[in-house]
């Protein structure tokens, strides 16, 4: 369901010669809808007038820079890195411009999926109107003595830090949330404020405009600003709806060809790991194709798996915006968009709990290998440089994908190469059990994730990340060129052995490579994680430039960082003959 906001501001400078509130709303437009809305009032204070400045600078960077942070933080962390950076540019300001800038509140509030959230310095104030009862939502930061009552003890660009409150709640239709600053509500009492945000029927314009007149009646010798926002609609899932939806539903039964599902029809099981199943579904009305995943039925009472599934969903849609969003399948909503309208009600709701991805002709990278057709080294280039870009994109989202493999790499018959399986993924927000699984195929995962591993300094045991992805990445350009073989064998759980020796040239097995490619096949496989690409883009650009500009080639290891135990065994040899020379001795020859 879109958002649908009735919201309106007036901001006046009452008895004062300045006015130095500011307040703003701005709606996400296009690709940015799904962001939800972001409303921000600020007070701003100074000796020299330039409270103005302070308050509207805030704003504006708050309310435009929210809609530029990754889609997959959470709301409170793109608000507090916006507003850190923000305090610690106004304090450096203050220190070095005179007269200062000043110093500034600010109370922003984020209206996004089916949920709101405060973030709150200062004593500016928001309220929450639901169901006939006014809840504050915020507490002011200010001296606890009376003659102090105005004195701020926290605000932007006080101090090189600052502390920001934040709060979340679920959102409802009706809600009106009401911000305002200390000219308004210091002026007003609550029975009073209450009355007049009962009033259902008028607009929300026309309400912050009373509440204006109301605190100038009052007696207000101060700016007054009021930002009025009434909900009248919910945006769509969150992470925590598609949880809700994941538990609330129940798991498909194991289906066969010709089972339908919601209007849909299956024409093939596609794949069975005995946590998910997938199938191939076909809408009969369109003829469209679409990828069911679901759970198998023996782990429908498992939570853990559910929350996985619901968290693949969730980083699935916000990622089908974006440049790179070609190369990941797409979820569908539901009902599916092309469905036809002739019986809306049968399909109003997905009687289970799944995903629907679009189904894309074409075949997997490793289904390619396994039938004995393997790429061209041109081929080969140009999949993994659309690889190193999509995972380059996810990188930049905060998104690790986890599982890059050739299985999971999609060459479809339009030439476009897609990433699937985004079911390990972690985003920091991916359940705990997620978090905790020690995903991922071993043959393509980094030394550094194994416990027990340590080379050169190097963490071991240690969580994903980009450079994990890159590996694997690696792992799989290797093994496209060298006909399927794997730089360091299969590697199993704990087998540590297989990372003491480095890797062959990929050019010892298909004599075709060339030898600029091999330095880039080398270095994305290295055993120590210092000599590998340190980010996707590295790694395209290396591809890109090609027999141009060749990465120079890597000087012999020495001993002791091709294998730390060297000294040791080199010892327990010299000890071993030197006692066979004893015992030789002692027997042998006469005393």
């Known amino acids: 369901m879109s958002f649908e906001l009735d919201f309106g501001q007036t901001s006046l400078a ?183 945000l009962r009033q259902d029927t008028v607009h929300a314009q026309a309400l912050s405009e009373a509440l204006t007149q109301a605190a100038l009646r009052r007696g207000s010798n101060d700016n007054i600003t009021a930002l009025v926002v009434r909900v009248q609609g919910a945006l769509e899932a969150t992470l925590q709806d598609e949880s809700r939806r994941a538990h609330d539903l129940p798991v498909l039964p194991l289906l066969k060809v010709g089972d339908p599902v919601d209007g849909l029809v299956v024409t093939a099981v596609v794949a069975d790991n005995g946590i998910h199943r997938i199938y191939q579904m076909r809408h009969p009305p369109t003829q469209r194709l679409y990828a069911l995943k679901t759970l198998v039925p023996a782990r429908a009472h498992d939570s853990e798996e559910r929350a996985t599934l619901a968290h693949e969903a969730w980083v699935a849609r916000r990622m089908q915006s974006g440049h790179a969003a070609v190369h990941l399948a797409r979820l569908n909503t539901w009902p599916a968009e092309d469905q036809t309208a002739e019986n809306p009600a049968e399909n109003a709701h997905a009687s289970a709990f799944y995903l629907l991805y679009d189904w894309h002709s074409g075949e997997t990278l490793g289904q390619r290998m396994r039938r004995g057709e393997p790429l061209t080294v041109a081929q080969t280039v140009a999949v993994v440089m659309q690889a190193a870009q999509v995972l380059g994109w996810l990188h930049r989202q905060g998104v690790v994908h986890r599982d890059i493999k050739p299985d ?76 399927g073989r794997l730089p360091y064998g299969d590697v199993v759980q704990y087998q540590l052995g297989r990372y003491h020796r480095d890797p062959v040239a990929p050019s010892r097995h298909n004599p075709s490579v060339p030898i600029w490619l091999d330095q880039i096949a080398l270095k994305a496989v290295a055993r120590n994680l210092t000599h590998r690409f340190e980010t996707a883009e590295e790694l395209l650009l290396a591809l890109e430039r090609g027999a141009s500009r060749p990465l120079s080639a890597p000087g012999p290891q020495p001993l002791m960082q091709r294998d730390a135990t060297a000294v040791w065994k080199i010892a327990l040899v010299v000890s071993v003959l030197v006692n066979l020379l004893l015992v030789y001795w002692l027997v042998f020859l006469p005393l």
């Open 14 to 196: 009452g008895r004062k010669d300045v006015n130095e509130d500011f307040a703003a709303l701005v709606e996400g437009q296009g690709r940015d809808r799904e962001r939800g809305a972001i409303a921000a009032i600020a007070d701003g204070v100074s000796a020299g007038g330039n409270g103005r400045e302070a308050a509207q600078t805030t704003v504006n960077t708050l309310v435009n820079d929210y809609f530029g942070t990754p889609e997959t933080w959470d709301t409170t962390v793109g608000l507090d890195r916006i507003l850190s950076a923000h305090n610690g540019w106004l304090a450096s300001m203050n220190r070095r411009r005179q007269p200062a800038v000043g110093l500034t509140t600010i109370t922003a509030l984020v209206l996004r999926g089916q949920s709101y959230t405060l973030a709150h310095v200062g004593d500016t104030r928001a309220y929450l109107l639901r169901g006939g009862r006014l809840q504050l939502l915020t507490a002011d930061h200010v001296m606890h003595q009376r003659d102090f009552a105005h004195q701020l003890t926290r605000a932007m660009g006080l101090d090189d830090h600052v502390v920001v409150d934040y709060s979340q709640g679920e959102l409802q239709s009706g809600d009106l949330f009401v911000l305002l600053s200390d000219g308004v509500h210091g002026s007003l009492p609550e029975r009073e404020l209450r009355q007049l």
């Open 408 to 483: 999971n790499l999609h060459l479809g018959d339009d030439g476009v190469l897609r990433v699937l399986d985004l079911g390990v993924a972690l985003s920091g927000r991916e359940p705990e059990a997620t978090r905790r699984l020690h995903a991922g195929t071993p043959s393509c995962m980094n030394p550094e994730q194994w416990p027990g591993y340590e080379k050169s300094g190097d963490p071991a045991g240690q969580l994903p990340d980009a450079g994990s992805d890159l590996f694997a990445l690696g792992v799989t350009l290797y093994q496209l060129l060298a006909k």
